[in-house]
């Protein structure tokens, strides 16, 4: 369900298949839209190039209001009118708003700023955001201050700040992704761990890529990283800080693998994957005490394990009913429950923050999916069909899911695909090369005033 609250007026959002619509009785009032089903009609937004109260600034606020933008139309919910259409020219952030002159070009939300450099170098931006239709503000007036190479990072914030305001969702865009670089002909893959901002800027390597590295993964503050790697010759978990870059592996032990680690909630603890005899299965380590726990006891396949969002329980998939499926299990193991129901093999099961859905790959009928499901195994949906798409990963709001797609031919290049939990806004996601095995931060700290 994708839920979007505003104050425009009831001109503004929706041709709906199947939906709720709540409005306000005295005009302009709040709107209100439940949608189960439907086709969004983008909202229609104004963004005049930001002004440049300095000279140095004139570049940088060309380049905000470009990612601004940007970010906005990439959810699929907005649309830009563009600025040949604009009437009113913005000269000051706080001069009147010509509504009607907006209104006459269809925009329904209007985004102005400023942007300046002060004396000791700091990069000041200061943004409104106005319901054209209700002839008002939305929300105050916000400042963001940073370094100027911090400029990027205060568009995302901006950018997070009219999504919020106009569809009542957490934002998404002043986030990082990690994931595996790929590079060389598919019988010798170098895969390196990166990571970038959620759109593909300042990609920034952590590993040499003489060791393949698989599956990374955030911890709750975005401060370390888990991942396999095969530095030894056989997968084991590794856990870097992202400060530093040093790393260290987890839980090394003779005649063992482990993989496809995942963090609890509080950041204390990891859960993951270990082989030994030819048998895998899932594990709890506490990373103050170095003391591990094992969760399950079965002569099968688990592995996939993550933690639910309160740390109660462990989704995983296991090959024990004869196919590969998904099941969920107390925190402290025991009897696990299978919840995947439908034809087909599941796998890569993660919950959404929200902790409302599960997400998953499913192979069937010779294709791939990504799909979510509810957390009791109901109200599956199939988002994406493809050659072959796995390894899904939550954008912090719980609204948009990011993957690998690999397509027939072209010697199997990986790339990064999002689509929203609709399934109608799917994207590719631009990174320099080939990339693989996506996690997504959670959402950085913003400095506004």
């Known amino acids: 369900m994708i839920r979007l609250l505003s104050v ?53 606020a060309q380049n905000i209001t470009r990612v601004i933008s940007a970010d906005l139309r990439g959810t699929g919910l907005f649309r830009e009118i563009p600025q040949e259409a604009h009437i009113s020219p913005v000269i000051s952030v706080d001069s009147p708003v010509q509504y009607a002159d907006w209104r006459a070009i269809s925009a329904q939300a209007l985004i102005i700023g400023a942007v300046e450099q002060g004396a000791n170098g700091q990069l000041i931006l200061r943004f409104r955001l106005f319901d054209v239709f209700a002839d008002q503000p939305l929300g105050h007036a916000l400042q963001f201050a ?62 040499d890529g003489r060791a393949i590295v698989l599956a990374p993964r955030f911890s709750p503050d975005g401060s370390r990283v ?24 987890l839980d090394v032990l003779p005649d063992t693998m482990s993989f496809a680690p995942r963090f609890s909630p509080d950041g204390t603890r990891v859960v993951y994957s270990e082989e030994a005899g030819g048998n895998s299965d899932i594990y709890v380590l506490d990373l103050s005490t170095g003391q591990r726990m094992r969760l399950t006891q079965a002569p099968s396949i688990e592995t996939g394990p993550g933690f639910s969002p309160d740390g109660s329980q462990i989704v995983f998939e296991s090959d024990r009913s004869g196919t590969q499926q998904i099941y969920v299990m107390p925190t402290g193991g025991g009897a696990a429950q299978r919840i995947s129901r439908g034809a087909g093999r599941y796998g890569t099961p993660v919950w959404s ?47 948009v899911i990011m993957f690998t797609r690999e397509t027939a031919g072209a010697d ?34 913003q400095t506004a005033s």
Do not use: C
């Open 8 to 60: 425009l007026t009831t001109t503004a959002l929706v041709l709906m298949h199947s939906a709720t619509l709540v409005t306000a009785q005295s005009p302009p009032g709040p709107l209100r839209l439940e949608i189960t089903e439907g086709v969004i009609e983008p909202l229609p937004f104004a963004i005049p190039t930001f002004i440049a109260v300095t000279a140095a600034a004139a570049d940088v």
């Open 146 to 207: 940073g370094s100027p190479e911090s400029w990027r990072r205060m568009a995302h914030n901006v950018a997070d700040q009219v999504y919020e305001r106009i569809t009542g969702e957490t934002g998404y865009f002043n986030t990082r992704v990690a994931f595996v670089s790929e590079s060389g002909p598919k019988n010798a893959r170098l895969k390196q761990l990166a990571i970038m901002d959620y759109d593909g800027a300042n990609v920034q390597y952590l590993t």
């Open 226 to 249: 888990i991942y396999t790697s095969y530095e030894t010759g056989v997968p084991h978990v590794y856990l870097m800080d992202m400060a530093t870059l040093q790393y260290r592996p």
């Open 353 to 399: 923050p929200r902790g409302d859905l599960i997400a998953f790959t499913k192979q069937q009928g010779g294709r791939f999916h990504i799909g979510v499901m509810r957390t009791d195994g109901s109200g599956e949906r199939l988002l994406t069909a493809s050659f072959l798409d796995e390894g899904p990963t939550w954008a912090p709001n719980g609204r």
């Open 412 to 445: 199997g290049a990986p790339a990064l695909y999002s689509v929203d939990i609709s399934g109608r806004n799917l994207q590719p996601v631009p990174t320099p090369g080939m990339a693989s095995d996506p996690a997504w931060s959670p959402r950085l700290p």
